[in-house]
């Protein structure tokens, strides 16, 4: 047993723990381990297409309810499973208008 935690400890692939926040540790752990040691900038990154151009994301900095709102169910504890989930309904968060349009429009 003392072997298997320590080629476990020596680099052997992990694979996520359950839920969101499983991925989110396991990708900086991932990080951690490989592309952290280099003297080069690592060569992930966060986009918010994929190959093909379709949107897989958003930026949510436009949402400030939004992002009170994730960090408040962030802030619970989890439920049995360890899984964080929160719905978000349509038309229930809305974003702040550039300044520069809005004095574009005026």
Same mark, same amino acid.
């Given at each position: 047993?003392?072997?298997a *935690?320590?080629?476990?400890? #020596?680099g /052997?692939?992990?694979?996520? /723990?359950?839920g969101? *926040?499983?991925?989110?540790c396991a990708y900086?752990?991932?990080?951690l381990?490989?592309?952290?040691r280099?003297q080069?900038?690592?060569k992930?990154s966060?986009?918010?297409?994929?190959a093909k151009?379709?949107?897989?994301? *958003?930026?949510i900095?436009?949402?400030?309810s939004? *992002?009170?709102?994730?960090?408040? /169910?962030l /802030?619970?504890?989890?439920?049995a #499973?360890?899984?964080?989930?929160?719905?978000?309904?349509?038309?229930k968060?809305h974003c702040?208008?550039n300044?520069?349009?809005?004095?574009?429009?005026e």
């Open positions: 047993m003392t072997d *935690i320590l080629s476990d400890l #020596n /052997a692939s992990h694979p996520p /723990a359950g969101f *926040i499983g991925q989110i900086f752990r991932d990080f381990d490989t592309d952290f280099r080069k900038m690592p992930r966060i986009g918010l297409k994929d151009g379709n949107l897989t994301g *958003i930026s900095a436009k949402y400030p939004l *992002i009170i709102d994730i960090w408040n /169910a /802030a619970k504890p989890l439920d #499973n360890r899984r964080f989930s929160m719905s978000i309904g349509r038309g968060y702040r208008v300044r520069t349009l809005l004095d574009v429009i």
